[in-house]
């Protein structure tokens, strides 16, 4: 992985995942209301997949001979996900919240794939593609949840 653009929208999604998750994390912590036992475990899944999401693009860049940005001063400064202060959430704000969270990840998953495309990476290109199919699905279903 020669691009460091590449490089560097890479280490900016690991940012963003962090941010994500811990907004995910203020969400578990802080749903009420009528749908809590439908919504909170759901939330649990969602982190699961966002630590995964987070090594599996941090390893992938470790592969390629660069270091994954490893601080939350790093994250905060080249995120492009907005923070959400600690109070109660009820399910349809949450999941309205995380709903445009998943499709401003999926524009820079775009970005990524455009340049990896751009450089025949095809080892990062899977990766985001993957990431991409299950932000999509996310998208649709809580779109589905919300109507």
Same mark, same amino acid.
């Given at each position: 992985?020669?691009?460091?653009?590449?490089?560097?929208?890479?280490?900016?999604?690991?940012?963003?995942?962090?941010?994500?998750?811990?907004?995910? =994390?203020?969400?578990? %912590?802080?749903?009420?209301?009528?749908?809590?036992?439908?919504? =909170?475990?759901?939330?649990?899944?969602?982190?699961?997949?966002?630590?995964?999401?987070?090594?599996?693009?941090?390893?992938?860049?470790?592969?390629?001979? =660069?270091?994954?940005? +490893?601080?939350?001063?790093?994250?905060?400064? =080249?995120? /492009?996900?907005?923070? /959400?202060?600690?109070?109660?959430?009820?399910?349809?704000?949450?999941?309205?919240?995380?709903?445009?969270d998943f499709k401003v990840l999926? +524009?820079?998953?775009?970005? !990524?794939?455009?340049?990896?495309?751009?450089?025949?990476?095809? +080892?990062?290109?899977?990766?985001?593609?993957? !990431? +991409?199919?299950?932000?999509?699905?996310?998208? %649709?279903?809580?779109?589905? %949840?919300?109507?």
């Open positions: 992985m020669d691009n460091m653009n590449l490089v560097f929208q890479m280490n900016k999604f690991v940012g963003d995942l962090h941010v994500f998750k811990t907004k995910v =994390h203020n969400f578990h %912590w802080n749903l009420v209301g009528e749908h809590f036992f439908v919504i =909170h475990p759901m939330l649990d899944e969602i982190m699961s997949e966002i630590d995964e999401q987070i090594d599996s693009v941090a390893e992938r860049l470790l592969m390629a001979g =660069h270091r994954p940005h +490893a601080s939350l001063d790093v994250y905060l400064k =080249h995120t /492009v996900l907005s923070e /959400v202060e600690s109070k109660p959430y009820c399910a349809k704000e949450a999941v309205n919240l995380m709903l445009g999926l +524009a820079e998953i775009n970005i !990524i794939m455009k340049l990896a495309e751009k450089e025949d990476n095809q +080892a990062t290109l899977s990766l985001m593609t993957d !990431i +991409a199919a299950l932000y999509q699905k996310h998208i %649709w279903m809580f779109g589905a %949840w919300l109507a």
